[in-house]
């Protein structure tokens, strides 16, 4: 079961940000997962395509969308590892080292990679409450050449 962060820090919505990906199969929570991001939001999944560099780009429906068959039959959980945050008046960037495992618990690491989400803070309309807003995330993972760097998070 996720639970229920608050938006009001930036602490609850980059932990709902793991929570919302990670489940069982089709475990993911995409309602609240949709909840997390700016309407304008832009969703960035790198990879390693036929050896070239590659950048998908996705709105949060676009996203949930091609997500969804990637994970299908399949428990994943992407656990946060280390974080670093720089905030400067009403925006954020958070630099997020996290795990995949089949299970929280499982002994093994299928791989590793880093989230650079950047946020908001601010309210859609007025009158509404402000809160953060993811306004994009990127992320890519580690392979041969490509490993994290702790010293980035002191």
């Known amino acids: 079961m996720h639970g229920r962060h608050s938006f009001a820090e930036i602490d609850g919505i980059v932990r709902t940000l793991y929570e919302c990906i990670s489940g069982g199969d089709g475990g ?91 946020l908001w803070q601010g309210s859609l309309e007025e009158g509404q409450p402000v809160r953060w807003w993811i306004m994009s995330i990127i992320w890519d993972n580690e392979r041969d050449g490509v490993s994290i760097n702790p010293h980035w998070f002191d």
């Open 28 to 118: 993911q929570d995409w309602e609240r997962a949709a909840q997390m991001y700016h309407p304008r939001a832009l969703i960035t999944r790198t990879r390693i395509v036929d050896g070239r560099q590659t950048a998908f780009c996705f709105d949060p429906d676009g996203f949930r969308e091609a997500t969804i068959p990637l994970l299908a039959g399949r428990s994943f959980h992407e656990i946060e590892t280390r974080r670093k945050t720089l905030k400067f008046g009403q925006v954020a960037h958070v630099l997020s080292a996290y795990e995949a495992r089949e299970a929280p618990d499982s002994p093994i690491v299928e791989f590793r990679g880093i989230n650079m989400i950047h």
